[in-house]
């Protein structure tokens, strides 16, 4: 569900649960996914709002696919990430639409590990380093 604000801890954002073991990891504390690739697949018909697919953090106009690992996102609000590792699809997927597997490769989202705790709020500006 959308908020305004969050706190951000190296465990990941308050509130957020990990459904899975293997990401419940300091180095995928928080999954970044794009708007513009959320509307993308919605535009293709597959019945997603922001959160569906397991990110947790939903950015604009920073096209996150397209970053190297390593590239550290600071936030104007004072939160800082490193990108981590590019998240691929899973199984888990099948159950919104067993074609989503295969069409959302290469706009998954990216995984980040918490630099510098902090409250997020949306609208934020983000500085990539």
Known sequence: MPR??????AAGLEGDGHNHAKHNNPLQAVCLQDRE??????GEGFPLSFGTIG?????SCLYVQNLPVGTILK???GVVLELTKERRPCYVLDSI???LKEVIVGRCGFYAKVI???ILKIGERIYIN
């Open 4 to 9: 305004d604000f969050v706190w951000v801890t």
């Open 37 to 42: 690739y959320i509307e993308d697949l919605q």
């Open 55 to 59: 990110e947790n953090l939903t950015v």
């Open 75 to 77: 936030f104007s609000g």
């Open 97 to 99: 639409d067993p074609r």
């Open 116 to 118: 510098r705790e902090g």
